[in-house]
């Protein structure tokens, strides 16, 4: 949890700096528009530096609040990610060497030598064999327990933080929607201001309204592909810790009818 509050905080200071800088080319967008044009037609080999201006307008077209509140969400569930992505991959562990070691150890010099390459090994796998080494005197049967028990809680470690994701994810495009119909009531009350019917008038403001629509989809797309990969490691670490237990209660029940 201290980690989000991190990346919230992280994140609120770069959504100032956006809305600030937001405000600031609202006033010039005339002449933000002009640069763009002039960029797109003199300077076709600088394709990102236009993409990156061309974002960069329809955020701010969009509207700094809106769009900085599905930026928010964004950054947030990006930080989460990569965290969860780097904490996955140093918890993947080569289980079979791993489980060489140990019934080697078990067989020349004991329980103390297995819970020792344990400790000595990253990941959850290893974790969960040594918490079963550590009751293996105990009987199979407690080990077993032991091996179950600690193997919830390594569940838990892994899935930490994937609801925040799934959060954002549901947010993201609500948070369009909801400035989609904000920008069509605000389009509706300049043609009633007006007076008339005019298509400048529709036409501008829905393009605003489904500006924020757009952005809000594509946070939760991106957000989408990460969160299915993080569920495809879970998978397979957690496939690779029953596997693994189940070889080692056999090895533990081996070892004790010597």
Known sequence: MKRVLVFMAFAALLLIG?????????DQAATTQQL????????????????????KRLFI?????????????????LAIAIERIIYLNLATT????LLAKVD??????????????????????????????????????????????????QMGLLEKNLSWISLFIAIAPMLGFLGTVIGMIA?????????????????GGIKVALITTVFGLVVAIILQVFYNYLLSKIDGISNQMEDSSITLIDMLAKYNQK
């Open 187 to 203: 389009a509706f009350d300049a043609i009633e201001q007006a007076g008339t019917v005019s298509a400048t008038i529709v036409a």
């Open 36 to 55: 763009t044009e002039q960029t797109q037609s003199t300077s076709p080999a600088t394709g990102e530096t236009v993409l990156h201006k061309e974002i």
């Open 61 to 77: 077209e969009g509207g700094a609040g809106f769009m900085g509140v599905v930026l928010l969400c964004l950054i947030l569930g």
């Open 94 to 97: 080569n289980t079979e060497k």
């Open 18 to 26: 956006t809305a600030q800088t937001s405000q600031a080319q609202t």
């Open 104 to 153: 080697k150890a078990l067989r020349e010099e004991g329980i103390d030598a297995a819970k020792e390459i344990c400790r000595n090994t990253r990941g959850p796998v290893a974790s969960i064999f040594y918490q079963g080494l550590d009751r293996a005197h105990e009987g199979v049967e407690m080990a077993e327990k032991s091996v179950v028990a600690y193997g919830g809680v």
